[in-house]
């Protein structure tokens, strides 16, 4: 028997399986109603994943698809100290998808926002002749007046960054070549930073914070834009592990390259007070995380910079090949 | 000179030319902190349009495909009786499109989120090799415990729909044809009924309520699913005017079949107790819009029913091609 399709199924037949799948509430209504919590004001984000661009179906299994689609909005939450609580879900189905896929798509869902304690609570289902995309808006909360931001770094102020880089930009290469594995995990479920930017969040010792999506290179210099600030960051200084090195080199790029400008880590990025860097370290490591200084804010005329190991100072730009000289 | 193309801004200076546009704190952040308003709740609502499937990029101005992603999406908190607060809005962008078509695409986002007093207070943009997509999520707020829903419509409830039919089912076949006017004005820059929810709410006289945007005959089913009854709909007082019929004779369309399956009209349809009808009927013609009953609620065995003017009556399916009689 063929796969069943979408076309057989139509719009309606395929939002009773979901509804199934996510909770009987969804998509009930033309909106959701959604519960406050007192002392919490709202924080809203979307992001969107067209296949091809910002993921690879014929790579990956759909629940990754759909876990992804989740984290990578919840990242933005917790950029903000925040906590995730809603999903709001828009697909947008090229015809040739089995229902068996979308399910599974769905249960990827289900599985990140069960994870974080989230419900799904509506979404939008559209047919298009173009790629799967998945557009997800996030709505979470945060103590009122307290939510971490872009704005507020001071010259002076330690760099920080959770875990460790370089890992989703490396995995992406081995998936392309048909490999499985942690570092290939980590571009494809990535680990929202929740308790990380909830611990910073209660220290109340941050100045700036934000998630790492595009990349170090491109997503401190908006930091540094948001803050009015320049930044210098110390490339021996990186926190890059062994696996991200080996795997770096077997598929020849520049481990230093790909934690830099490779993107797609959702680890956090965070300024504070030189005298704060001990506690902020401690909190964070009671979460499991280690909190790495990776440079320091400077004053906005001194723009945005790299110290290279061998003492030599760049401007830090768009992408790894304005750096000809560390490819040596 | 050639129009400047998106592939030479680049997404960070689109974004600075959009932030322009709409606001400075548009996408400062990782993700929008929004205000709350103390006894009302929150509503949360999406909607995706993909050029060729809800709207025709080459018959339209870009103003108006802005215009009306937001519209539509305001049409679903109008339909909870809410008010419309917030906008975020995801673009997937082809890289034909110039940078003129696209900050002229964000003047219409402008224009109608004004309109309604509601901010853009976030959103993202993505390049895509499909079609051109607005994937819009709106958030209002409604009084506590007091959203119009689905749920509650009662066997010998009168069933309401504000204002009258088949314009925008009419209007997108003229717009086909090159023609402009009010019915396609209808089509392609839809009024969401916000006032009209508003007094509905403030009256606590109603007993279901959703908007109409897949067209009476489906929409009508969803409600009475919700509800758990059946309908009837008396083909005789559904309110069509004289314009559409005209309209629909010019384009050889039945105008009872683009009332009850056209679609994208984005009126209410409503149940409450007969004994309210008139106090309904006068507490929206206060917005300036009519409130017609076109039929009844009546036990959910009976099903969806249409009464056809010659006393026949037939179950309400999913298209007018299974009413072949009432093409005669």
């Given at each position: ?7 057989d ?14 909770g009987?509430s ?5 909106a959701?109603?959604?519960?406050r ?15 091809g ?16 689609a989740?984290?990578?909005n ?9 906590l995730?609580?809603?999903?709001l879900?828009?697909l947008l189905?090229?015809?040739d ?9 769905y249960d ?21 002749p ?12 945060v ?7 872009r ?13 460790d ?15 499985s594995?942690?570092?290939v995990?980590?571009?494809c ?19 700036a914070?934000?998630d ?8 401190l ?5 948001e ?7 110390e490339?021996?200084?990186?926190p ?9 080199a ?23 007070a ?14 499991g ?5 990776i ?9 945005v ?23 040596a």
């Amino acid at each position: 028997m063929p796969p069943e399709r979408l076309a057989d199924l139509g719009e309606f037949g395929l939002l009773a399986r979901i509804r199934a799948l996510v909770g009987s509430s969804y998509l009930g209504d033309d909106a959701a109603v959604l519960p406050r919590t007192a002392g919490m004001e709202l924080l809203a984000t979307v992001d969107a994943q067209v296949d091809g661009v910002h993921f690879l179906r014929e790579r990956m299994i759909p629940q990754q698809v759909g876990r992804r689609a989740i984290a990578v909005n919840v990242s933005d939450i917790a950029a903000m100290g925040g906590l995730p609580r809603f999903a709001l879900v828009s697909l947008l189905l090229p015809a040739d998808l089995s229902v068996a896929w979308i399910e599974a798509l769905y249960d990827g869902i289900r599985q990140e926002t069960v994870r974080w304690e989230m419900q799904v609570t509506g979404g939008n289902i559209s047919g298009t002749p173009g790629p799967l995309t998945l557009d997800v808006t996030v709505l979470g909360e945060v103590e009122t007046g307290c939510a971490l931001t872009r704005r507020g770094a001071r010259p002076g102020d330690p760099l920080f960054v959770t875990g460790d880089l370089g890992r989703a930009a490396v995995g992406l290469h081995l998936l392309r070549r048909g490999e499985s594995g942690s570092l290939v995990d980590a571009y494809c479920t990535p680990v929202p930073r929740v308790g990380e930017g909830r611990a910073l969040l209660r220290s109340r010792l941050v100045h700036a914070a934000m998630d790492l999506s595009d990349g170090l290179g491109s997503d401190l210099y908006r930091l540094c834009e948001e803050s009015q600030v320049g930044a210098v960051i110390e490339v021996a200084a990186l926190p890059i592990s062994d696996a991200v090195r080996v795997a770096a080199a077997t598929v020849g790029l520049d481990p230093v390259g790909l934690a830099l400008f490779g993107g797609e880590d959702f680890e956090l990025v965070v300024a504070a007070a030189s005298n704060d860097a001990g506690t902020l370290q401690r909190v964070v490591a009671e979460v499991g995380t280690p909190l790495t200084v990776i440079g320091e804010v400077r004053p906005a005329g001194e723009g945005v910079t790299v110290h290279l190991p061998d003492g030599s100072k760049r401007p830090l730009a768009g992408g790894w090949d304005h750096f000809p000289g560390a490819h040596a």
